[in-house]
């Protein structure tokens, strides 16, 4: 199941929302329900999957689907939530299809799901539990108290990463200076930054559960991720090889290997190109291309600090260039000039200041 299509389910069916409203009364109720969400339900009536009931056609409320699922069977509703098809609706999906579950209900949206691929909606009426079905994919609603409580441990973890992923840029920037970087240093960073992005994808799940209760925690989380994505993009900028680069230093094939790795800090460097040289982690000293310096100083767009790269090579060549030979590079005028040279000896200061 795509990524994108879960987290929209799970939006559809968020506190707040008319769909939720309506699970809650018929829960509130002691009713269960099967809401199958399909947008032409003609198919499916034609094969038989829909034994119609009661043809309804009428617009959607959460008051309607709360009396509706008062009688039998099941209720088809459209997929956009502007439509109720059906009510008292009996399913019939293929019987062959291997379940799980054990209940009737339960076995039924299971199967139906996985024949059709829609969304199917499961309320048991004894549990209280509203479970979400389609295709293979199966969850189970969470209490809200407990979304939340997950929410805040999750916070926390991005807040560590988040902090010890700032140390380590402000490390890197220090031994850039003072050319003493090594393939370690990179890596280590890089490692923290993509944390921070894994286990916020992770919590858009829970924020997408939680609704309108969780904008506290969804303002939180964007001031956590703030720059992380463009920072780890020009890491890669400035040390992967152009093997695995590119020579138009494009970052995002790479971003997206890193995102989706399954080893250790080992697989970062075969990412970045460094295979031959993963076992020298602490030894092996790398040159930054300088991509990351010129984008922190103000005014400076990446085509022209591509410029600048293509024609002093790395942050030595740059660190070592006078005020006219950047004049020099396209692009760079005598107030650009004068940032990057200012910007250049505030990062020296740091260094010496330490």
């Not at 879960?6 to 699970?23: D, E, F, H, W, Y």
């Not at 988040?162 to 990179?186: A, H, P």
């Not at 660190?319 to 040279?341: P, Y």
Request: proline share 3%; charged share 25%; with cysteine.
């Amino acid at each position: 199941m795509d990524y994108e299509e879960i987290l929209k389910m799970l939006v559809l069916v968020s506190p707040g929302t008319p769909l939720r409203n309506a699970i809650d009364d018929i829960m509130r109720g002691d009713n269960g329900a099967l809401i199958f969400f399909v947008q032409d339900p003609k198919e499916y009536v034609r094969k038989g999957i829909i034994q119609i009931g009661f043809e309804l056609n009428c617009p959607f409320t959460p008051n309607k689907l709360y009396e509706l699922a008062k009688m039998d069977g099941a209720i088809v509703v459209s997929e956009d939530l502007k439509t109720i098809w059906y009510a008292n609706v009996h399913v019939v999906p293929d019987s062959t299809i291997a379940s799980t579950e054990t209940g009737v209900r339960h076995k039924t949206a299971e199967r139906l799901a996985i024949q059709t691929g829609k969304l199917v909606v499961c309320i048991s009426q004894r549990r209280k539990v509203v479970t979400l079905y389609r295709g293979n994919w199966k969850h189970m609603l969470s209490d809200v108290s407990f979304i939340v409580m997950q929410m805040n441990q999750g916070l926390r973890a991005v807040e560590r990463y988040r902090s010890n992923f700032d140390k380590g840029i402000s490390s890197i920037d220090i031994m850039e200076i003072e050319n003493r970087v090594t393939l370690f240093d990179v890596v280590e960073v890089l490692d923290r930054g993509i944390t921070v992005l894994q286990i916020s994808k992770e919590l858009n799940f829970y924020l997408a559960e939680l609704g309108n209760a969780g904008t506290l925690a969804k303002v939180h989380l964007e001031e956590l991720l703030y720059e992380v994505r463009e920072i780890l993009n020009l890491l890669i900028m400035d040390y992967a090889t152009e093997e695995s680069i590119g020579e138009d230093h494009e970052p995002e094939e790479v971003f997206e290997l890193l995102m989706n790795r399954k080893g250790g800090i080992d697989s970062i460097a075969n990412i970045l190109g460094y295979e031959e040289q993963k076992a020298q982690l602490f030894e092996f000293m790398v040159q930054p291309r300088g991509y990351r310096l010129l984008r922190n100083i103000p005014r400076i767009p990446m085509s022209v600090a591509k410029n600048m790269i293509k024609r002093f090579k790395n942050l030595s060549g740059l660190l070592n260039a006078s005020f006219e030979e950047l004049t020099m590079v396209e692009g760079i005028a005598e107030k650009r000039a004068k940032a990057i040279i200012n910007g250049i000896t505030s990062l020296r200061n740091r260094a010496n200041l330490r």
